[in-house]
């Protein structure tokens, strides 16, 4: 093979020397978006914690995986929080991390420092979603502190669940009870909490006649599924739904 010539070593060198002069500036950019996206996942802050928790409350805080727009998020965390912030007697709940995605993000982008402060208002349980990123520090942090964890699942891919996640999650909820068999062998602890009705509070919902001719059983879930409850045909095969 030739040999480098003069002017190719010389450009080498250069290019070289111009990627270690963008080294720094890579990872104090990256280290800036890092801190931008944990601001703006934050919820809660210590402040507002200290200030409207009651002293004799049960504390909790919730760790989500997308907004509103996440069907499991706004289930298992936005609705049960609006719920305690009006009728909790006794529970002081805020939603602490949440990020502003459509789609469920597993990935945890939350800087240490600000899930401590929070953690340090004597929090008691913490209800969380995400998975990797920053979720196994922030569970260690939990460990230390004495703080329940609670792992709140709703899909049937366990696999993707790091075995850290696992062994410092106190607790795992599941909404169904086929998918509770399937985490069982994983945890100790798993507890089967249904979904609630999700009803837009602009809707209300409005009972058909039982002699209605035009009753519908309408099922909402994916088409692998359908089998799992195909025991359902049999069961409108009943004298009682015969109008179905």
Known sequence: LPKAGPEEKSGAIWALLSLIAKWPYRRVLSARRHSTLSRQNSRASAVEIAAKAPEDAVRVIWALAGNEWVGSARLKGIVLNDYFGQRGEGVFSRIAYMPDTKELDPVMVWRRRAWRQILSQKIDV????????ATEAFLEDCRKLGVATVFSISDLDLDTVPQAVWK???AVVVSSHYLGKSVQPLHPRVEIIDDPIDIPEAFSMIPTSAGADDLQL??????????DVSFLHELLGCAEFATF
């Open 126 to 133: 913490v209800c969380f979603q995400t998975r990797t990123g």
């Open 168 to 170: 410092l999650s106190d």
């Open 218 to 227: 309408v099922w909402l879930g994916h088409p692998d599924r359908w089998s």
